[in-house]
Nanobody, 123 residues
């Protein structure tokens, strides 16, 4: 069965950086569009970024544009999220998502979700 496993979360100071990874197993990674979502305490899950199967189409939420960079390595079955210039509003559990259809990533109903990794930005 397919599984997505996030890693790389942790505690970082305001202005710092983290790189999240999402490693997939049990599916043909290159067949899937991928995305990152996050859920802050007391808030609904929100879209962060998505990337198509080849990595040629990338979309960011306005809140992270210019600070976060999404990428993927199909040979390693892994997607990444480089997060720079972190601020307190970036504190959340970050989830990766996979679906063969990019539109399902866009509207937040992917076939697969990871279990999440916590990012805490402290001042």
């Amino acid at each position: 069965q397919a599984q997505l496993v996030e890693s790389g979360g942790g505690l970082v100071q305001v202005g710092g950086s983290l790189r999240l990874s999402c490693t997939a197993s049990g599916l043909t990674f290159s067949d899937y569009a991928m995305g990152w979502f996050r859920q802050a305490p007391g808030k609904e899950r929100e879209f962060v970024s998505r990337i198509n199967r080849s990595g040629s189409i990338i979309v960011y939420a306005d809140s992270v544009k210019g600070r976060f960079t999404i990428s993927r390595d199909n040979a390693k079955n892994t997607m990444y999220l480089q997060m720079d210039s972190l601020n307190a509003e970036d504190t959340a559990v970050y989830y990766c998502a996979a679906d063969k259809g990019a539109d399902r990533i866009r509207i937040g109903v992917p076939e697969y979700w990871g279990q999440g990794t916590l990012v805490t930005v402290s001042s």
